[in-house]
């Protein structure tokens, strides 16, 4: 019997070096993990990276488009990176990537002085919040706050999420026409957050 088993086991062997299979018997390589966004390669480069909910569309925004953007392509320290549209997956709004370098958004700060900076910034804004927490590894500063709209007479919630890396502070930003699209909205966010972490 044994010596049946060793020549099954030599036949088996021999078939798996031929076909190229390795029969889960160890030695298995891993699949390399996915990119995600902020990766190179990928539709935004960033100091971060994370993965977009689905059918969300994303767009590097360009130095050339902040110019023409004037005072909105600006908060704080801040210029917007990378613009992730919810329209193709059925809402109205953006999830939007800000980095910086200088100021508050200077390597060596904390995420905290980050998103008073940004927050500071923003115009109508009450309700501010603050949170820290752990987000990939990097220590961050989560708020949310509500902005009054003077041109529809309403008042609208806003989230943001700020942390440090070695090339300056980044800010993931979301809003959205109104209260209802930001809540539907919100999952996303949270997906970014939950899956963020410093690329190389």
């Given at each position: 019997?044994?010596?049946?088993?060793?020549?099954?086991?030599?036949?088996?062997?021999?078939?798996?070096?031929?076909?190229?299979?390795?029969?889960?018997?160890?030695?298995?390589?891993?699949?390399?993990?996915?990119?995600?966004?902020?990766?190179?390669?990928?539709?935004?480069?960033?100091?971060?990276?994370?993965?977009?909910?689905?059918?969300w569309k994303a767009t590097a925004i360009t130095q050339a488009t902040v110019d023409r953007m004037g005072p909105l392509g600006h908060q704080g320290p801040l210029t917007p990176a990378?613009?992730?549209?919810?329209?193709?997956?059925?809402?109205?709004?953006?999830?939007?990537?800000?980095?910086?370098?200088?100021?508050?958004?200077?390597?060596?700060?904390?995420?905290?002085?980050?998103?008073?900076?940004?927050?500071?910034?923003?115009?109508?804004?009450?309700?501010?919040?603050?949170?820290?927490?752990?987000a990939g590894g990097l220590h961050a500063t989560e708020v949310s706050y509500r902005v009054t709209d003077l041109s529809a007479g309403e008042v609208r919630p806003e989230r943001a999420?700020?942390?440090?890396?070695?090339?300056?502070?980044?800010?993931?930003?979301?809003?959205?026409?109104?209260?209802?699209?930001?809540?539907?909205?919100?999952?996303?966010?949270?997906?970014?957050?939950?899956?963020?972490?410093?690329?190389?």
């Amino acid at each position: 019997m044994r010596k049946v088993s060793q020549i099954v086991l030599g036949a088996v062997a021999a078939m798996s070096v031929l076909s190229g299979c390795s029969f889960g018997w160890g030695g298995d390589e891993k699949k390399a993990a996915e990119p995600k966004l902020g990766d190179k390669g990928t539709a935004c480069v960033l100091p971060v990276h994370f993965t977009p909910a689905t059918s969300w569309k994303a767009t590097a925004i360009t130095q050339a488009t902040v110019d023409r953007m004037g005072p909105l392509g600006h908060q704080g320290p801040l210029t917007p990176a990378c613009e992730l549209n919810a329209k193709p997956a059925g809402h109205i709004g953006f999830l939007t990537v800000w980095s910086g370098t200088k100021g508050a958004a200077a390597p060596g700060g904390t995420s905290r002085a980050l998103m008073n900076a940004f927050v500071a910034a923003e115009n109508f804004k009450r309700n501010v919040t603050f949170r820290e927490l752990k987000a990939g590894g990097l220590h961050a500063t989560e708020v949310s706050y509500r902005v009054t709209d003077l041109s529809a007479g309403e008042v609208r919630p806003e989230r943001a999420l700020g942390v440090m890396t070695k090339h300056g502070g980044v800010v993931i930003h979301l809003g959205g026409l109104n209260a209802e699209e930001h809540k539907a909205m919100l999952p996303a966010f949270e997906l970014a957050k939950k899956t963020l972490g410093p690329t190389s």
